[in-house]
């Protein structure tokens, strides 16, 4: 699945660094951060509802290209700008997280 692909799902962008083409290989759903930085697989997507600076450094831990914020949550700038910063690129839905995890494993299924 390309990043590209999480407009056609309807996400929205959040961040001017989308990276499009990059190939995501897998997904993680989780909001508790250390759990996240334990198990989520590298080169993935981070469906959770935890829209704040340290989420970002946690990406960026476990080498997460992609986050997808859930529940219409506001994304403060401050999390907009380390995201920017560490290349790590923030959409944005509607959908509870169940909802995205399901959507998101159909298109890594393919």
């Known amino acids: 699945m390309k990043v590209s692909d999480l407009k056609e ?3 929205k962008a959040e961040t001017t660094k ?3 083409d990059f190939e995501l290989k897998a997904g993680y759903t989780g909001d508790l ?6 198990n989520a697989p590298s080169d993935s ?3 959770t509802i935890q829209a704040h600076k ?3 450094a946690v990406a960026t831990l476990a080498g997460i290209r992609v986050i997808l914020i859930c529940n219409n949550r506001a994304i403060p700038s401050d999390m907009i700008e380390a995201a920017e ?5 923030i959409y ?3 959908r509870t997280q169940f909802e995205a995890s399901a959507e998101v494993a159909a298109r890594l299924g393919k």
């Open 9 to 11: 799902l309807g996400y």
């Open 18 to 20: 989308e990276m499009e």
């Open 33 to 38: 951060l250390s759990d996240v930085m334990a």
């Open 45 to 47: 997507i981070l469906i």
């Open 54 to 56: 340290n989420t970002i």
């Open 85 to 89: 910063k560490e290349n790590v690129a």
């Open 92 to 94: 944005k839905t509607p």
